[in-house]
């Protein structure tokens, strides 16, 4: 929005900002975090990424600082930063109470302009993460936030149908490597209940047309694809479903 970046060019007009996104679904932190997961990896290393997917502006839900290995992040503490903090590796996370990094009045329902926008300034102009509030491990972390092994499957969720109706998982192809899992091996896939057997395909075009298939995406998230088809409606899966992958046995 407009007031936020004119917070952010007031206080650090040598600021450049990019909009990653401005189309995600209202109150929708799930598809948010997904959007920031997919971007963030191609920004300069030592970005600081401002997201605003915010239903809980005015109550308790904290105000955040993401440190990174890579980046930091500021946002409300409701899971959409840690999508994408957990796959760069959190160093710390930090609750921003100092109002001296804030506007001076902090609107009720504005956060994103009153408190997000200008932490995010100050941290640009090399203010350090700690001066901005204690160290926290209370954290909000989301099932969709951080797949998990159990036994010897990946367990995560579909966390975006794109337009396409491509169902998009949480889960990365550095978890698949964790389960030696690559490209050309058929996918044991549990979804909506029922036990799929896909190839990992390098392409969409490697399977005939109408035909279901696994595939690492642009994102670098894997998601279930029918070749010039409709996954969602042919599994009838939609964000927040649970999914189960493991290789072949």
Do not use: W
């Amino acid at each position: 929005m407009a007031e936020m970046k004119a917070v952010i060019l007031a206080l650090c007009p040598e600021a450049t900002i990019v909009d990653i996104s401005h189309q995600v679904e209202r109150f929708d932190v799930r598809m948010g975090a997904f959007v920031l997961a997919s971007a963030a990896p191609y920004f300069p290393r030592g970005t600081v990424h401002v997201a605003v997917v915010d239903p809980g502006v005015g109550t308790r839900r904290r105000p955040i600082l993401v440190e990174t290995g890579r980046s930091l992040y500021v946002g409300p503490d409701n899971g959409l930063l840690m999508l994408s903090a957990h796959r760069e590796g959190i160093v710390r996370v930090y609750h921003i109470t100092n109002r001296r990094y804030m506007l001076p009045t902090v609107s009720r329902t504005f956060h994103g302009r009153d408190a997000f926008s200008c932490a995010a300034a100050h941290l640009a102009r090399g203010v350090p993460p700690p001066e901005f509030g204690p160290a926290i491990q209370d954290y909000q972390t989301p099932r969709f936030s951080r797949p998990h092994r159990r036994g010897g499957r990946l367990v995560g969720e579909v966390v975006h149908v794109d337009g396409f109706g491509n169902i998009i998982t949480s889960i990365s192809e550095e978890d698949l490597n964790g389960i030696r899992v690559r490209e050309g091996v058929f996918l044991n896939v549990k979804l909506k209940g029922r036990d799929l057997r896909l190839r990992l395909c390098s392409a969409y075009g490697e399977a005939p047309p109408g035909t279901a298939l696994a595939i690492v995406g642009s994102g670098d998230f894997l998601e279930v694809s029918v070749n010039q088809g409709d996954a969602s409606r042919e599994f009838r899966a939609e964000a927040g479903d649970p999914v189960e992958v493991s290789g072949p046995a």
